[in-house]
T-cell receptor, first 114, second 110 residues
């Protein structure tokens, strides 16, 4: 069976510090991978998606970047965090070639920028 | 372009009462539709999905949803609410990309 991991689970970082959130998927090959942000009391905002190693599409211009160094690893980064980067970050995956079908979500990372 | 609208950002029902969460979609082609549930500080879990087979779809935890093309709706129901149903629920529509609604927070009154 497939599983998706995210770490850390929670993170408190000062403004201006760097960020690295990691997502890994087990049990499948060449998945489509997604990063979402969920601000308090709001819906999901798609940040990035990837259909393969080194292939990243950005949905919203912002202070964040994403990378996919390995087939089942997806990393969300920032060089300098802003207060507005606080939120709940979710990673998700779908089977390859099914970008429009159901997505399977990780447990999320709660980021608080102080 | 596809979109989904969830009517009511907050819904409260008494324990044992009917749960009805509303979702309307806009899509130029027959869509696939989904309902997800999110418990506090957790990721989203797929409740059920409509993929153009039966219009009445049964999901986990006793939930079901009915696809009504004439009304462009995909409302989520459960006959009898349980305290453990308290969560946020998201409707989503897809053709080429998955698009989520803004969510409905369900509160269960003891």
């Amino acid at each position: 069976s497939q599983t998706i991991h995210q770490w850390p689970a929670t993170l408190v970082q000062p403004v201006g510090s760097p960020l690295s959130l990691e997502c890994t998927v087990e049990g499948t090959s060449n998945p489509n991978l997604y990063w979402y942000r969920q601000a308090a009391g709001r819906g999901l905002q798609l940040l990035f998606y990837s259909v393969g190693i080194g292939q990243i599409s950005s949905e919203v211009p912002q202070n964040l970047s994403a990378s996919r160094p390995q087939d089942r690893q997806f990393i969300l980064s920032s060089k300098k965090l802003l207060l507005s980067d606080s939120g709940f970050y979710l990673c998700a995956w779908t089977y390859p070639g099914t970008g429009g079908y159901e997505q399977y979500f990780g447990p999320g990372t709660r980021l608080t920028v102080t | 372009a596809q979109s989904v609208t969830q009517l009511g950002s907050h819904v409260s029902v008494s324990e044992g009462a009917l749960v009805l969460l509303r979702c309307n979609y806009s899509s130029s082609v027959p869509p696939y539709l989904f309902w997800y549930v999110q418990y506090p500080n957790q990721g989203l879990q797929l409740l059920l999905k409509y993929t153009s087979a039966a219009t009445l779809v049964k999901g986990i935890n006793g939930f079901e949803a009915e696809f009504k093309k004439s009304e462009t709706s995909f409302h989520l129901t459960k006959p009898s609410a349980h305290m453990s149903d308290a969560a946020e629920y998201f409707c989503a529509v897809t053709y080429e990309k998955l698009t989520f609604g803004t969510g409905t927070r369900l509160t269960i009154i003891p």
